[in-house]
């Protein structure tokens, strides 16, 4: 149940934009996004939830497509604070969030 | 406006001790939830409580662990006879409902067990 996430890894030039895709095999009720960076807790980003209606970052959005059961995130002009890694989070309807594989995003001067 | 607050942030533990780990909310929030964390890896649900109240502990280990959030005071994570693959980061978050509401994470408590 676990939602997988791609890439695994991406380092990316300060400036260059990416994304990040989290796919369920289970229907989603909301998906939340969160970066963590070494040794720090995960910190919110956004969350998405079914039927459209989104929460979050200014500077990040993201997308939620229901019927394939798929988000992602888009990081557009990258800074060195993006550096983490990133979790998307699924809700299947309870209180319980699972946390997907991650994805470590390396910025780089 | 403190976020959520865990203590001790790290904790050595000889194997068949207890770990004693203390988690209080943010201001308002009544709803916690227990994640364990081990190196290299995400985030694993453990539990989910509200005030006196355990509402989900599908992922909290069936022997040894315990949790609890008490009327007044810090939630608690307890782990009796602590075994080395104890050893991880606990995090504790909160939020202010059920629902599909953001968490807010305290910094965790880095559990070593010798």
């Known amino acids: 149940q676990q939602p997988v996430q791609s890439p695994q890894a991406v380092i990316l030039r300060e400036g260059e934009d990416a994304v990040i895709n989290c796919s369920s095999s289970k229907a989603l009720y909301s998906v939340h996004w969160y970066r963590q960076k070494h040794g720090e807790a995960p910190i919110f980003l956004m969350i998405l939830l079914k039927g459209g209606e989104q929460k979050g970052h200014d500077k990040i959005s993201a997308s939620f497509n229901e019927k394939k059961q798929q988000s992602s995130l888009y990081l557009t002009a990258s800074q060195l604070s993006y550096s983490g890694t990133y979790f998307c989070i699924a809700n299947f309807g309870n209180e319980k969030l699972t946390f997907g594989t991650g994805t470590r995003l390396t910025i780089i001067p | 406006n403190a976020g959520v607050m865990q203590n001790p942030r790290h904790l050595v533990r000889r194997r068949g001790q207890e770990a004693r780990l203390r988690c209080s909310p943010m201001k308002g929030h009544s709803h916690v939830y227990w994640y364990r964390q081990l190196p290299e890896e995400g985030l694993k649900f453990m539990v989910y409580l509200q005030k006196e109240n355990i509402i989900d502990e599908s992922g909290m280990p069936k022997e040894r662990f315990s949790a609890e959030f008490p009327k007044e005071g810090p939630s608690i994570l307890r782990i009796q006879q602590v075994v080395r693959g104890d050893s991880a980061a606990y995090f504790c978050?909160?939020?202010?409902?059920?629902?599909?509401?953001?968490?807010?994470f305290g910094p965790g408590t880095r559990l070593t067990v010798t």
């Open positions: 978050a909160s939020s202010p409902d059920r629902g599909p509401y953001e968490q807010y």
